[in-house]
DNA sequence: CTGAAAGCGCTTACAG
DNA sequence: CTGAAAGCGCTTACAG
């Protein structure tokens, strides 16, 4: 400000501004803003003062390709406004503030040809890590591709952190933090039962997607630990979200004439269980005096709505914090790491003891 | 992959390795790479196969540093998960995106020196622009940081970019993109007193916040040309949330021992809102049927809720793609760009005309 | 403690 | 159409 440098006339200045104002070389400079090397007082003092004249910042860019410099961490979300997903970027992004890391976000719209040309594009940013977020349809493509990606920032000193999602093959060089899914599910329908309830019809949920099938194999083995036949489960998931939860809560009632002989309902996420109160309600039915619900996710809605919706509470922030904490452990060996973050159940208002 | 080439042995292969392979030089390669340049379908075939056989990507640093390259956008927000921020944070990533440029996003904490430190990083990545989301209080400090970040940004060829932040003085060279807060706050009120009511609390605002007192303004002026007396308002803002909407609408009841002179609440945000009516429910009242509430934001619990909430919308998505959009324009001219989105009501079921 | 110089991996005039 | 070379703005051995 105030003084005008002789090189700053137009754009950037550059070290080598600094360094003549400072009368020292660019070397110096370089050390003194680096303060990770032994310098004098003066020169300290007068290239400070000459950077603060000059109000001057490195080149990040520069200082990349010289091999130093602050390293950037990438997470690749589905979108950014859900909830679980917002909430995991955030993770994301504190975790990696506090290790001084700058985040990239991209969203994926859930398009493989996307994902592939972000990982790409990560990898040309030389990010320290990039984070898969997200429950995807687990077949041979898909493992094949993750192990692609792996292979591939592996050996650009990168490496991928797959959050929420399965596992490839243990010999992929990644990192995997999920959390328990079937355990949740598991929990939630324990609930429902220890509360007297036989008969629990489970809707929402997205068939093949590896979220929605863990949740299924929960509430199945709740269902079989409780000694209820698997012929009295009910299971009508045609997708997760609360489209779908709408439709799907509609037919099961229709079904049957709006007499339901389940007495509870287990919803595959919170925004399906949402619909489905919403449902109920148009027909008549009640919760939690007539029909109960639960949820899954934990999701703010869980929360705001009437009743209270018990739910299962996924630990996003902290999945996306463990993610970089983990990617940012000992870069030494290439073998895979994994971790299983808990989830647990948060009891509201939506669930009633059946009365016989 | 299968075959390996001579140099990739350790680290990175570089523009040089698939140079060697595609035996041609390194020029050569840049070129059909870039592909804005005449070159031999011979060597274009050649190195496009070095290429994809070393698995080849660009360092975005080298070529940043050439004066090419991808270039990024930044975006500085409170924080990731409200839904506000979220929704611009998407709106910044899907522009950009389509833009190709990258995205980075930071979380200030409502801390100046966290910002500050973070618009110098942002400087030293050459982010092609810099985005700052949320209401402030707009001081004389405020105003003098932005002409500050304006200068620094468009000396380094960036530019900042305020996004549902006021604008500093007319000269700084920012981009600023706001949202009708004024005009939704008056609309809302308005359909509020041309359901009858004239005795309309409002709650649930940041005193000294722009937003909170623009949001005030509206409702005063909607006042106003209703013919209610201004003495008549009743404002009790303490804050935004939904705790301070929680403890604000109690104070408002517990001043009046649970019988309101007000018929309806106008709450400064949809946090408020809720817990508004949850207060409200506590206290034996009936919304709407007793009092009507409206809110602000459109947050997705205003849907969610029951009764389903009457609002005002905000463009939050609109609002970060209109931001990178107009940071993008023509980057000639270094005066100051502006852009008023509109909001608008919605309405839903919260709110009753008075039965007198 | 400090400077000159090489080098990071690209791109782009400049010749040919 | 193609190559040799300079240059982008830093950092870091290497001498001193």
């Given at each position: 400000?105030?003084e005008?440098?002789?090189?700053e006339a137009t754009?950037?200045?550059?070290?080598r501004d600094?360094?003549?104002?400072?009368?020292?070389s660019?070397?110096t400079?370089?050390?003194?803003?680096?303060g990770?090397y032994?310098?004098?007082a003066?020169?300290?003092?007068?290239?400070?003062?000459?950077?603060?004249?000059?109000?001057y910042v490195?080149?990040?860019h520069?200082r990349?390709l010289?091999?130093?410099?602050r390293k950037?961490?990438a997470?690749?979300?589905?979108?950014v406004v859900?909830?679980?997903?917002?909430a995991?970027a955030q993770?994301?992004?504190?975790?990696?503030?506090?290790?001084?890391?700058?985040?990239?976000v991209a969203?994926t719209?859930?398009?493989p040809?996307r994902?592939?040309?972000l990982v790409?594009?990560?990898?040309?940013?030389?990010?320290?890590?990039?984070?898969?977020v997200?429950?995807v349809?687990?077949?041979?493509?898909y493992?094949?591709?993750?192990?692609?990606?792996?292979?591939?920032l592996a050996?650009?000193g990168?490496?991928?952190?797959l959050c929420g999602?399965p596992?490839?093959a243990p010999?992929?060089?990644?990192?995997?933090?999920?959390?328990?899914n079937?355990a949740?599910a598991?929990?939630v329908?324990?609930?429902?039962?220890?509360?007297?309830?036989?008969?629990?019809?489970?809707?929402?949920?997205?068939?093949g997607?590896?979220?929605g099938?863990d949740?299924?194999?929960?509430?199945?083995?709740?269902l079989?630990?409780h000694?209820v036949?698997r012929?009295?489960a009910?299971l009508?998931?045609?997708?997760f979200g609360?489209?779908?939860?709408d439709r799907?809560?509609?037919?099961?009632?229709?079904?049957?004439?709006?007499?339901p002989?389940?007495?509870a309902?287990f919803?595959?996420?919170d925004?399906?269980?949402?619909?489905?109160?919403k449902?109920?309600h148009?027909?008549g039915?009640?919760?939690?005096?007539d029909?109960?619900?639960v949820?899954?996710n934990?999701?703010?809605?869980?929360a705001?709505?009437?009743?209270?919706?018990?739910?299962?509470?996924?630990?996003?922030?902290?999945?996306g914090?463990?993610?970089v904490?983990l990617?940012?452990g000992?870069?030494?060996?290439?073998?895979?790491?994994r971790?299983?973050?808990g989830?647990h159940?948060v009891?509201?208002?939506?669930?009633?003891?059946?009365?016989?």
């Open positions: 400000m105030g005008r440098g002789e090189t754009g950037r200045v550059t070290i600094v360094a003549a104002r400072a009368g020292v660019v070397a400079v370089s050390r003194v803003l680096a990770n032994p310098t004098s003066a020169s300290r003092a007068k290239v400070l003062r000459a950077a603060k004249d000059l109000d490195a080149n990040a520069a990349a010289a091999g130093a410099g950037t961490i997470v690749l979300l589905l979108d859900s909830s679980y997903y917002a995991v993770g994301v992004e504190k975790e990696a503030a506090q290790h001084d890391r700058l985040t990239l969203s719209g859930a398009d040809a994902e592939l040309a790409q594009m990560m990898r040309e940013q030389t990010a320290e890590a990039v984070v898969l997200g429950g349809v687990e077949d041979a493509a493992r094949e591709r993750m192990a692609q990606y792996a292979q591939s050996a650009a990168s490496r991928l952190v999602r596992a490839p010999d992929v060089p990644a990192v995997v933090v999920e959390y328990d079937e949740g598991h929990a329908t324990s609930h429902l039962l220890g509360a007297g309830h036989r008969k629990i019809a489970m809707i929402g949920y997205q068939p997607n590896t979220t099938e949740r299924v194999r929960g509430y199945l083995r709740a079989a630990d000694g036949p012929s009295d009910v009508h998931g045609v997708g609360q489209h779908n939860g799907a809560m509609r037919d099961l009632l229709d079904r049957c004439d709006g007499k002989e389940f007495t309902v919803a595959g996420d925004r399906v269980a949402l619909a489905a109160v449902v109920l148009a027909y039915l009640r919760v939690p005096e029909i109960s619900v949820g899954y934990d999701d703010p809605v869980a705001d709505m009437t009743p209270g919706l018990t739910t299962v509470h996924i630990p996003g922030e902290e999945l914090r463990t993610a904490r990617a940012l000992d870069t030494g060996r290439s073998q895979q790491r971790q299983l973050l989830t159940i009891i509201r208002d939506s669930v009633r003891p059946v009365t016989p």
